[in-house]
């Protein structure tokens, strides 16, 4: 089993086949397995749970050992990242309690014995229900403006240079890059990388070959997506792509 989830900027999997060797990366990931103990470890300290969150920049190792487990890589730009740094507080991660814990496992239990596109959603709308609602922090109205400029770039260079993104907000790059950072906790360096391995990953669930989307996404080579991609996950690109089954799921549709 293997299905890949894409809603808005957060990516999901659903899979009984994940090894991730030790890594880190600058999103924050939900871990959540309904029937044993998670196999995952923070800054190698082996946590005994069945729902952890992750922070951004946290050393962890995972494996799925042949169960399904559930993992979410949140956007730490959006409202959902913004929400969870006040849960993690600057931990390197956090436990959820027996009743979030208890709900989400029931939720997944069920998605996992219908196993179809409409469980799988009915999940997608219990797991991001869960987390509404909470406090984000606000954005600067320029951290706003730089963000709609990643959402409507097309893979161009220009988009993904620090020096045009602060010329077109009117500030310095360095006032740019400390607004950014202290906006969502993100280089913002760090999160061009990021957002171009995002956009990598939407052209493949749009259909598109591994190297279109490489390039479309804005890599120098397909290579060169597949480094950063081993680098951010712990795993290659194309052993989270290969078996998959491929779910983009609109914000109407929950």
């Given at each position: 089993m293997n299905c890949l989830i894409k809603y808005g900027s957060h990516f999901m999997t659903i899979s009984d086949a994940i090894e991730a060797d030790r890594h880190k990366h600058w999103m924050m990931q939900l871990f959540l397995c309904s029937r044993k103990e998670l196999?995952?470890?923070?800054?190698?300290?082996?946590?005994?749970c069945r729902a952890v969150l992750v922070n951004i920049n946290a050393w962890h190792r995972f494996q799925s050992n042949g169960e399904p487990v559930f993992t979410m890589l949140v956007d730490p730009v959006s409202e959902l990242g913004r929400m969870f740094r006040g849960v993690?507080?600057?931990?390197?991660?956090?436990?959820?309690?027996?009743?979030?814990?208890?709900?989400?496992?029931?939720?997944?239990d069920h998605a996992l014995s219908e196993s179809s596109r409409d469980a799988f959603l009915e999940f997608v709308r219990t797991v991001m229900g869960h987390f509404s609602g909470g406090t984000a922090q606000s954005l600067d109205d320029r951290v706003r403006r730089v963000l709609g400029l990643f959402d409507a770039c097309s893979g161009e260079d220009e988009a993904h240079q620090v020096k045009s993104l602060a010329a077109k907000v009117g500030l310095s790059e360095s006032r740019l890059g400390h607004l950014f950072k202290e906006a969502t906790g993100i280089?913002?360096?760090s999160y061009i990388v990021l957002?171009?391995?995002?956009?990598?990953?939407?052209?493949?669930?749009d259909g598109e070959t591994f190297t279109a989307a490489a390039l479309r996404a804005g890599f120098d080579s397909p290579s060169h997506f597949a480094y950063t991609n081993k680098l951010m996950t712990g795993m290659s690109a194309s052993g989270i792509i290969k078996?998959?089954?491929f779910l983009k799921v609109s914000r109407r549709e929950t």
């Open positions: 196999d995952i470890e923070v800054h190698r300290q082996r946590i005994p993690l507080e600057n931990r390197p991660f956090h436990v959820f309690p027996g009743p979030v814990t208890g709900a989400l496992c029931q939720a997944f280089p913002l360096k957002h171009k391995l995002q956009k990598a990953y939407d052209a493949i669930l078996n998959s089954e």
